[in-house]
């Protein structure tokens, strides 16, 4: 059973043109994969169980964070461009989450050290990110089940959900090892 769970905050973007890993695109393909193959996808927090308010007032239960019960971990964006409310800051300020959407983020995550890349969805082997348009959240969700499942879950939540992946996923040299 692939175990997915979506980290999710006060703030975070439903659907954006601006944020990356959003959480219903993604959460639509793994949903979507699940009919036919063995996954679970469920919203958790950063701590104890919650219900959170996303950027534009969805109300979603959230369960309480459990790195165990977890075989991938999605992070979606939100908020980065709003410091002065929940989002992306709020929970950086918190120290709850490992990186930004990387549009608004790019100079803040280059000064903290990171290699910032235009590419749409990066593969390094352990971690995939996806940056762009909504899609890209898309595109990063299918390329998680590609590399967790068999190539056939991906294609057929690519056909349900109805888009076409855009442009090809850089693989680092650690990809694969």
Do not use: C, N
């Not at 940056?131 to 969700?141: L, R």
């Not at 998680?144 to 076409?164: R, S």
């Amino acid at each position: 059973m692939l175990r997915i769970r979506t980290v999710t905050f006060d703030g975070v973007e439903e659907l954006d043109g601006v944020e990356k890993l959003q959480v219903f695109g993604p959460f639509e393909v793994f949903s979507v994969a699940a009919r036919a193959h063995p996954v679970t996808v469920k919203p958790v927090t950063g701590g104890e169980a919650a219900e959170m308010t996303y950027s534009f007032g969805t109300r979603v239960a959230a369960a309480a964070w459990s790195p165990r019960d977890a075989a991938l971990i999605v992070v979606p964006g939100g908020g980065f461009g709003r410091r002065d409310s929940p989002g992306v800051w709020a929970e950086f300020d918190k120290e709850r989450l490992p990186s930004a959407p990387r549009h608004l983020a790019r100079s803040h995550l280059a000064e903290r050290g990171a290699r910032v890349v235009d590419q749409r969805v990066v593969d390094d082997g352990d971690l995939v990110t996806a940056g762009g348009v909504v899609s890209s959240g898309i595109d990063g969700a299918l390329r998680l089940l590609e590399g967790e499942l068999e190539g056939a879950a991906a294609a057929h939540a690519e056909a349900i959900v109805e888009v076409e992946r855009r442009g090809t996923v850089l693989r680092t040299s650690t990809a694969g090892q």
